[in-house]
């Protein structure tokens, strides 16, 4: 978690309207992408957005809070909750991905993950995690976990157990705060807490190959709560269309990146 300095100064910077990329440009030699609205969609304003996923068509969300935490098929164009599961008031809950007909949920502190059938929603199985859980994401071989650091940690898929470590840096500065996570064409997206920003991270070495300023996607008339960072992206394979939102965010994005994606 950032100190109450560091907390405070970012909070100024996301009240004030200002962007970080420009900061993250200055000082380190990675590239700074901006992106391009394509369409908004609705969302729950009441949704503490957690993890988000495209798989199959559908879009699904994890959202978190103490008493509040849910699994969700969300449809796209209404933002309307189709279908959720609850989870334990006890249990805040964080990022989702989907595994091959899965979908899988971690929580926070109560060191559980979860898998859950992916088209009926039906709890399966639960499986141990050490530390936080924050992001996950996926790339075929290897669940892939954020847990506020800058380290990220590949998963076996068969029992959620750990089997490597990957610290993300920028030259020789570790990136902290790595929250949710999508990987998309061979590269992991992380959000960075409470930063309007996505960093894009090689994940054979942990190199940050760039960054997604997304500084203008909250209106700049509208009024914003401490809570409601950037947290949130799904890639749509299939259509190729990339998505982001945020936190208690009245509105879901899709969104092109100038420049274009990777190949």
């Known amino acids: 978690?950032?100190?109450?300095?560091?907390?405070?100064?970012?909070?100024?910077?996301?009240?004030?309207?200002?962007g970080l990329a420009d900061d993250l440009a200055r000082a380190a030699g990675a590239p700074v992408s901006s992106v391009r609205v394509v369409a908004r969609f609705p969302h729950d304003p009441d949704a503490f957005t957690q993890g988000?996923?495209?798989?199959?068509?559908?879009?699904?969300?994890?959202?978190?809070?103490?008493?509040?935490?849910?699994?969700?098929?969300?449809?796209?164009?209404t933002g309307r909750v189709l279908e959720q599961v609850v989870l334990p008031d006890h249990w805040f809950g964080e990022g989702i991905t989907d595994w091959r007909g899965e979908l899988i949920q971690l929580t926070w502190r109560a060191g559980v993950g979860l898998r859950y059938d992916r088209r009926s929603l039906e709890p399966r199985e639960r499986f141990r995690i050490k530390g936080e859980g924050w992001g996950l994401t996926q790339d075929g071989r290897h669940?892939?976990?954020?847990?506020?650091?800058?380290e990220l940690r590949f998963l076996d898929p068969t029992d959620g157990?750990?089997?490597?470590?990957?610290?993300?840096?920028?030259?020789?500065?570790?990136?902290?705060?790595?929250?949710?996570?999508?990987?998309?064409?061979?590269?992991?997206?992380?959000?960075?807490?409470?930063?309007?920003?996505?960093?894009?991270?090689?994940?054979?070495?942990?190199?940050v190959l760039g960054y997604i300023d997304l500084s203008d996607l909250w209106p700049a008339d509208q009024?914003?709560?401490?809570?409601?960072?950037?947290?949130?992206?799904?890639?749509?394979?299939?259509?190729?269309?990339?998505?982001?939102?945020?936190?208690?965010?009245?509105?879901?994005?899709?969104?092109?990146v100038v420049g274009g994606l990777p190949d």
């Open 223 to 256: 009024p914003r709560r401490s809570e409601q960072v950037l947290n949130g992206i799904a890639f749509d394979a299939d259509s190729g269309r990339l998505f982001v939102t945020g936190k208690c965010w009245p509105w879901l994005y899709q969104v092109e």
């Open 143 to 150: 669940w892939i976990m954020s847990d506020g650091s800058a």
């Open 1 to 18: 978690m950032l100190g109450r300095a560091g907390l405070i100064a970012r909070v100024l910077l996301i009240g004030l309207g200002l």
């Open 52 to 77: 988000l996923v495209i798989a199959g068509g559908d879009l699904y969300e994890g959202t978190g809070r103490y008493g509040q935490s849910s699994l969700r098929r969300v449809d796209l164009e």
């Open 161 to 207: 157990r750990e089997l490597r470590r990957l610290q993300v840096m920028e030259g020789d500065k570790p990136i902290q705060q790595l929250n949710e996570l999508e990987y998309l064409r061979n590269e992991i997206w992380a959000n960075l807490w409470y930063q309007d920003v996505l960093v894009r991270i090689d994940p054979s070495d942990g190199r």
